[in-house]
């Protein structure tokens, strides 16, 4: 039988697309989370564009999971702050040209200046490069895919010009046999955003064809020629197992498990116990012994038993206005208080009862499971805690050393290598497809640290 690549046997359910086991596309326990059979998710039927009949392959169940993804890290600081740190370093000091030469049987890189190659350095400055490739790491980070848009001149022997396409609004289709070529499309339109109906004959949606990186520049060009349009799609995705059109992002196992929903919650459950709770510090019962005592009568005066409510209310608020200003504030610590004792048939009473009513919030509630969630969320989206000061909020912080610091940094930025590959492929793409200079490469300038003994400045220059 041959392969269908729009059907997985998986745990032995249809699945129609790779995505079966995004939690948006799983039925889960409401109650334990525990994960049940995979659900069928169907391409679904788009329209036609140009003559041909469009299948859009859904990003999740209801075609949602972009949006579910960052709707639950909107509240989580950590996740965030971690994505942004290694969107930082993966950006680099941005994009730089450079040749890698033999010295002394080393491959060193040598940095290029931009007069020396005028044509690649006014195509890289007109196309606003570091704008461009900002936003595409961001959402390879957040979602291990990105869209690229390539616009070629009118004959199609060259590329003018890239855009990023967000890739919550790109939604990818089942292939179109054109020719000789398997050709996927790319539909765009911001209505993914709100789960919207979307046709691709609707004004504003566009939609393009995707590039296959292993097809030829005459390929391309015979397929363009065919549209009106002279744009295709360009898709930098790492590549994943078991995924046919969206890659599943590492981290995002964090929000299945709903690790993210934990770190969430705990500071809503603490400002919820806060607002709540009364700041009481102690509980101080007297007997009715004392205020007969305290209180016995006179000529002036009535004995306790005797008095109005008024009066009794008041020489009780005297008693404990100055037991509270024996044991509130900081003046008044280590101070000793006594209280009165009296014989009760044959057993000596204590006729003050003070008990100190104990303070959840003192001992940090919730704050371990914060700290188990945050560590969990930076470990999948592969950020060491050291290099964001992550510690338990309330306790002891371990930033770190600086050497801690620098070798996880400069560990950080050698394992965005492979990421680099992927979201420059775009733009070594276009230098392959230009005809520009095989001999220079095109990377990303980093600042790697060192120490001072080996270099005054504590840094020099790398490119990836």
């Given amino acids: 039988?041959?392969?269908?690549?729009?059907?997985?046997?998986?745990?032995?359910?249809?699945?129609?697309?790779?995505?079966?086991?995004?939690?948006?596309?799983?039925?889960?326990?409401?109650?334990?989370?525990?994960?049940?059979?995979?659900?069928?998710?169907?391409?679904?039927?788009?329209?036609?564009?140009?003559?041909?009949?469009?299948?859009?392959?859904?990003?999740?169940?209801?075609n949602l999971w972009p949006n579910e993804v960052i709707a639950r890290m909107a509240e989580c600081g950590v996740g965030k702050k971690a994505l942004r740190f290694s969107s930082k370093a993966h950006s680099g000091r941005g994009v730089s040209l450079y040749r890698e030469e033999s010295q002394d049987g080393k491959l060193v890189q040598n940095f290029i200046d931009d007069k020396t190659q005028p044509k690649i350095s006014e195509w890289l400055k007109a196309n606003r490069i570091s704008r461009y490739l900002r936003a595409s790491i961001e959402d390879y980070e957040w979602f291990f895919i990105s869209f690229s848009e390539i616009i070629f001149s009118k004959d199609c022997t060259q590329v003018n010009k890239i855009r990023h396409k967000e890739a919550v609004f790109c939604r990818l289709t089942k292939p179109v046999k054109i020719g000789?070529?398997?050709?996927?499309?790319?539909?765009?339109?911001?209505?993914?955003?709100?789960?919207?109906?979307?046709?691709?004959?609707?004004?504003?949606?566009?939609?393009?064809?995707?590039?296959?990186?292993?097809?030829t520049k005459d390929e391309v060009k015979k397929l363009l020629k065919r549209f009106t349009d002279k744009r295709a799609c360009y898709i930098s995705a790492y590549p994943t197992v078991g995924r046919f059109y969206y890659p599943d992002a590492d981290w995002h196992s964090v929000v299945r498990n709903q690790w993210v929903d934990v770190s969430a919650m705990v500071p809503a459950a603490k400002a919820a116990i806060m607002r709540n709770q009364s700041t009481i510090k102690y509980h101080i019962e007297i007997a009715l012994e004392y205020w007969k005592q305290a209180y016995p009568g006179t000529d002036e005066s009535p004995g306790w038993m005797a008095m109005s409510r008024e009066e009794k209310e008041k020489a009780i608020g005297e008693v404990l206005g100055k037991i509270n200003s024996t044991l509130a504030g900081s003046k008044n610590a280590g101070k000793s208080?006594?209280?009165?004792?009296?014989?009760?048939?044959?057993?000596?009473?204590?006729?003050?009862?003070?008990?100190p009513i104990d303070d959840k919030l003192k001992d940090g509630a919730y704050l371990p499971d914060s700290e188990a969630a945050n560590t969990e969320i930076l470990f999948a989206i592969g950020v060491d805690p050291s290099l964001i000061g992550h510690g338990s909020p309330g306790g002891k912080l371990g930033a770190g050393s600086g050497s801690d610091?620098?070798?996880?940094?400069?560990?950080?930025?050698?394992?965005?290598?492979?990421?680099?590959?992927?979201?420059?492929?775009?733009?070594?793409?276009?230098?392959?497809y230009n005809g520009w200079d095989e001999d220079v490469k095109i990377g990303i300038r980093d600042i790697q640290l060192t120490t001072l003994d080996k270099n005054p400045t504590g840094t020099q220059n790398v490119a990836s």
């Fill in 1 to 62: 039988m041959q392969a269908n690549p729009d059907v997985h046997l998986i745990d032995q359910a249809i699945v129609v697309t790779p995505n079966a086991f995004d939690r948006s596309s799983t039925t889960e326990d409401n109650n334990t989370g525990n994960r049940k059979k995979p659900i069928i998710v169907e391409p679904e039927p788009v329209g036609k564009w140009n003559g041909y009949e469009l299948y859009m392959i859904p990003w999740g169940k209801k």
């Fill in 180 to 215: 000789d070529l398997d050709v996927c499309f790319m539909v765009y339109s911001d209505k993914f955003l709100e789960g919207e109906t979307v046709k691709v004959e609707q004004e504003d949606v566009v939609t393009m064809p995707v590039i296959d990186p292993y097809w």
């Fill in 337 to 355: 208080i006594q209280s009165p004792k009296h014989m009760i048939g044959n057993k000596l009473e204590s006729l003050w009862t003070i008990t």
């Fill in 405 to 432: 610091k620098r070798e996880a940094y400069n560990i950080f930025i050698a394992l965005k290598g492979s990421d680099r590959d992927v979201t420059l492929e775009p733009l070594n793409y276009i230098k392959e």
